[in-house]
Every structure is written in C-alpha cells, then in structure tokens.
C-alpha cells in the first residue's frame, strides 16, 4: 500500500536555511515541502493555500514572530502540526510557543534524519521535544503552583481581546484589529468569561480596569 505524502511548508527568514531544509526533505519519499514562507505573514497565507500537514516553524523572524505565527496560524488552520525549529531553548520563547500550540520542538542542530522522523511522527499524533526542552517542561511542572488571579489564567490572545473589549472595541473590530474572524473572537469572549468567573462584557471590562490590564 502506498503511503500518503506528508505536506510540509517552511517558515524561515534565513533563504539558506530554507534552501538547505528544502534539499535534505527532498530526499525523503513520503515527504513533499510544498512551499517556503520567509515571514510569519507569507507563512500564514501559504498555509491556508497549501493546507500543509506540518509547518517547520522558526521562532525569531523579523516582523511577526514564530510564536505569534504558530497562534494565528493554527487558528485558522488548527489540523495543522507546527515543529518549532530553531537555534533558541530559553524559557521565554520554549512556554509561550508551547501555549500558542506547537506540536514539537527542535533546535537547527538535529540531524537531517531526526527532523524527518520528527515530521511523521507530527502526522502520527506523537509530539518530538529536544531532550533540554523536554526537561525544562517538566521542572516547570514540578514546580508547586500558587494561587493564580483569574486574568492569569489568560492565554496571551484572550488577554489582547479582552484589554480591546475594555477598551469599547464591538466583536468585528476586535476581529479587524487581530486579523482574525469574528467567531473566533466570540469563542475567545466566551472563554475569557468563563475564567474571570464573570456574565457579560462590562463585567469583563470592570475587572480588567480593576486589575490595572488597561489603562
């Protein structure tokens, strides 16, 4: 039986790097890159143009970044697995890419052979970490957790919405702003009530005025 090609966009802002993942990929039968993005904003339009299965993700781009990339991505195309592959394992680029959905996390030194198992394993459900990052995540849950206020519960795109809805901001320009649609905005309000533990909007906007979210 033949085997499903697995579709892979790369988003990357060095072309060399793109150029030399390209070459090593090709050479694997059961893996096609069907595009090449050198900004997180060409990365999303090419993945909804090529509905790739695996997005190899860089995290430091200029303009848009790869985690902000990865969230807005994988909001519009959430069947997607993004790899994050890339040169950095400090905390505050591993977690926030992590929470924005990325599916496995490699740094640029793996083997040829490794990124490729890595991508059919992506397709198979099974998440591949880099053995430091692996063990950073599990320090972090092992650490005993505090009492959280509810906005920390927030995910960084929730809190963007909910500082625009306390600002006055209606659901479609809170969707123009984000460059997301307006479902998505009702989802991420509902969600946002849920954790502030609140009924409507305003009660929303107060809390958020209350806790110094908004100017």
Do not use: W
Not at 26 to 44: K, L, M, P
């Amino acid at each position: 039986m033949e085997e499903t090609t697995i579709k892979v966009l790369l988003v990357d802002d060095h072309e060399m790097v793109r150029i030399g993942l390209a070459a090593v990929l090709g050479t694997e039968d059961d893996i096609e890159v069907v595009g090449e993005a050198s900004s997180g904003q060409e990365g999303i339009r090419l993945a909804l143009e090529y509905r790739p299965d695996v997005v190899l993700m860089d995290l430091v781009m200029d303009g848009m970044d790869g985690i902000e990339t990865t969230r807005r991505l994988l909001e519009q195309h959430p069947d997607c697995k993004v790899i994050v592959l890339t040169s950095f394992i400090d905390d505050e680029k591993i977690y926030p890419v992590i929470e924005a959905g990325a599916f496995s996390y490699l740094l640029k030194t793996s083997r040829a052979a490794e990124i490729a198992q890595a991508i059919r394993s992506a397709v198979k459900g099974q998440s591949v970490l880099e053995s430091q990052v692996a063990s950073k995540l599990m320090n972090r849950f092992r650490q005993p957790k505090q009492a959280a206020m509810p906005h920390e519960e927030l995910t960084d795109r929730e809190m963007e919405v909910l500082r625009l809805i306390a600002s006055g901001k209606s659901n479609q320009d809170v969707a123009d702003e984000l460059f997301i649609g307006v479902k998505t905005v009702k989802f991420h309000v509902t969600n946002i009530l849920a954790k502030l533990d609140v009924e409507d909007r305003t009660q929303a906007a107060i809390y958020a005025f209350k806790q110094g979210l908004v100017e």
